[in-house]
């Protein structure tokens, strides 16, 4: 079954404690990306990568490093969390493309973190 | 620059009856538009996708969405409202690396 995995779905931890949030697809896709969701604001980009060893900065960076060292995986790094990275991630997939060739991305089930 | 923004932050809706979700956009580019869907506790569930070919996209569950480059809009209708249809709607603007997610709408069924 084509899907995309994130782990944890739930973690509570303490501000400055490194966490990692993995993330896996099995559609041999070449773009991932994370997001947050916080009431009111929709989904916003966090990071993206375009293939292995390519990542860019979405619109809320701050905070948080990415790493694509294989084509399934790109993990979620917060080196050292804070209670305003409290919120819901997504991780998503899909293949690369443009105008009528743009594909959807396909969304992992999300991990909520709460960080005290 | 791209944008979206979903006009309404809370639509409710009789069972039986339509539904309709306002979403505009700006870009400076062709846009591929999304709505995705999100029910309680979920992920984002794809919904339909217009990508420049006809300006009237069927999506899944019965529900359509119009891309109006006039108006730069691609709201989102369904004729007749069920009741599991209750959840969280997202407008999402679309190039090959970023999406643009409108602020969502929460769509409430009444029975």
């Known amino acids: 079954e084509a899907q995309v995995t994130q782990n944890p779905r739930y973690l509570i931890t303490v501000t400055g404690k490194k966490l990692t949030v993995t993330c896996s697809q099995n559609?041999?896709?070449?773009?991932m990306s994370w997001y947050r969701q916080d009431p009111g604001l929709g989904l916003r980009q966090i990071y993206y990568?375009?293939?292995?060893?390519?990542?860019d900065k979405g619109d809320v960076p701050e905070g948080y490093k990415v790493s694509r060292k294989e084509k399934r995986n790109f993990p979620l790094i917060l080196e050292s969390p804070s209670p305003n990275q409290t919120s819901l991630y997504f991780c998503?997939?899909?293949?690369?493309?443009?105008?009528?060739?743009?594909?959807?991305?396909?969304f992992g089930d999300g991990t909520r973190l709460s960080i005290l | 620059a791209q944008s979206v923004t979903q006009l309404d932050s809370h639509v409710s809706v009789s069972e039986g009856t339509p539904v309709l979700l306002r979403c505009n956009y700006s870009?400076?580019?062709?846009?591929?538009l999304f709505w995705y869907v999100q029910h309680p506790n979920k992920g984002l569930q794809l919904l339909l996708k217009?990508?420049?070919?006809?300006?009237l996209v069927k999506g899944i569950n019965g529900f359509e969405a119009e891309f109006k480059k006039s108006e730069t809009s691609f709201h989102l209708t369904k004729p007749s409202a069920h009741m599991s249809d209750a959840a969280e709607y997202f407008c999402?603007?679309?190039?090959?690396?970023?999406?643009?997610f409108g602020a969502g709408t929460t769509v409430t069924v009444r029975a």
């Open positions: 998503a997939s899909k293949v690369r493309g443009i105008g009528v060739g743009n594909q959807p991305q396909h």
């Open positions: 559609m041999n896709h070449e773009y």
């Open positions: 990568s375009m293939n292995v060893e390519v990542t």
């Open positions: 870009s400076s580019y062709s846009p591929s």
């Open positions: 217009y990508t420049s070919a006809a300006t």
């Open positions: 999402v603007l679309s190039n090959d690396y970023k999406l643009s």
